[in-house]
């Protein structure tokens, strides 16, 4: 029965998890305790409280990841992850404990007030982790062109001929700069090969997103949306798997609400305010975005790399990216035509191209279900 379901707030951390509950009714959650982050104490506990049937269970999204849902799932329990950023607060509350907290979860999930998080599968998340270490490499080997840029900048060295920075024949010119002292040769072999190395560690990343982007279990919603334009093969990637399931969305509109890329919005009897983007919902969705919307600077056109990549994709597809490359450009140039700075019109253009995005994963959907 619906009345006899107990409502359960967990506060997890590494090594221990604060448990409450609260019964059906309007009284306050009942604090039971903390206990160890262990599968074995967490299935007592819950078995203590009741049937798998007869608990509903939350938890905040965290650094402890998706394990723990993962395994509350698969023992029948109906078990939600909620979105911190999303979650109520009290005005004037400055007291935080993983008591209060956990007791707060069991409150508002009985209430109904909390945002659900979507739990990607373990595939979904390794293909998440392997995008994400790609950024992660590429941030290392950014801080490393600065390092060998600042040293070459101490010491006043410069190639004599002009040479456009980090190419292969600027990167021989490094390899065989002369330095008298044996100790700053050494220092600078040593940022060179660390630079080899993450090079290296690059091509083996992006590797294997080819290898998904070709045949894993996302390619065809991957190839689709190289399409558009700006939207390579390792962007695309990376959209489908900060997003893993564009069917959770009913329409463009909330889409874009998750990317955090729509304006604040304040409205109250007959004023009306708008301001910066919410910056609400994905970061790195919303990064590879605003990259690829830099695009749509240029005129429309289908040709290159992009003609190569339209290949062999259905005509409907294809008239959604033509459709975006129209509409975007002209998007862009009619804001700086205004006096808008670039930089506002091309968040805007990611806003739209948010739009187009979920199109073609919704139309790719439909021919999957009716096809």
Not at 131 to 160: C, N, S, T, W, Y
Request: with cysteine; charged share 30%.
């Amino acid at each position: 029965m619906k009345d006899t379901i107990k409502y359960v707030g967990l506060d997890v951390s590494k090594e221990k998890i604060a448990v409450s509950v609260a019964d059906p009714g309007r009284e306050g959650a009942r604090y039971l305790g903390t206990i160890p982050h262990t599968e074995y104490h967490i299935l007592k506990t819950l078995r203590k409280l009741g049937e798998p049937n007869e608990l509903s269970i939350c938890y905040e999204a965290g650094p402890t990841g998706y394990p723990l849902v993962r395994l509350l799932t698969a023992h029948g329990y109906d078990c939600i992850v909620i979105a911190p950023s999303l979650m109520p607060s009290r005005p004037g509350e400055r007291v935080k404990t993983d008591r209060r907290d956990s007791m707060r979860l069991a409150q508002l999930l009985r209430a109904g007030e909390l945002t659900r998080v979507h739990v990607p599968s373990q595939e979904e998340e390794a293909l998440r982790d392997l995008v994400r270490m790609r950024e992660d490499v590429k941030e290392d080997r950014a801080r490393i062109r600065q390092r060998i840029g600042k040293f070459l900048l101490r010491h006043q060295i410069a190639p004599k001929e002009r040479l456009r920075r980090w190419t292969a024949k600027y990167r021989l010119w490094l390899g065989r700069i002369p330095l008298e002292s044996a100790t700053q040769r050494l220092v600078l072999q040593e940022m060179l090969h660390q630079m080899d190395e993450n090079e290296e560690r690059l091509k083996r990343i992006e590797a294997a997103i080819h290898e998904e982007a070709t045949k894993g279990h996302h390619a065809p919603l991957i190839q689709a949306l190289q399409t558009l334009r700006g939207v390579a093969e390792t962007t695309a990637t990376g959209i489908v798997a900060e997003v893993c399931s564009f069917t959770r969305f009913g329409n463009a509109k909330a889409f874009m609400g998750y990317t955090g890329l729509v304006p604040r919005e304040y409205s109250s009897g007959q004023s009306r305010w708008q301001g910066s983007i919410t910056k609400s919902g994905n970061t790195h969705l919303r990064r590879l975005l605003v990259e690829s919307a830099w695009s749509y600077r240029y005129t429309p056109a289908l040709k290159g790399e992009l003609k190569k990549r339209q290949q062999g994709k259905t005509p409907e597809i294809q008239a959604i990216s033509w459709k975006a490359q129209h509409r975007l450009h002209r998007k862009y140039t009619k804001m700086l035509s205004k006096g808008k700075p670039s930089g506002k019109a091309v968040v805007a253009v990611a806003r739209e191209l948010s739009g187009f995005i979920w199109s073609i994963a919704r139309e790719l959907e439909e021919k999957r279900i009716h096809g």
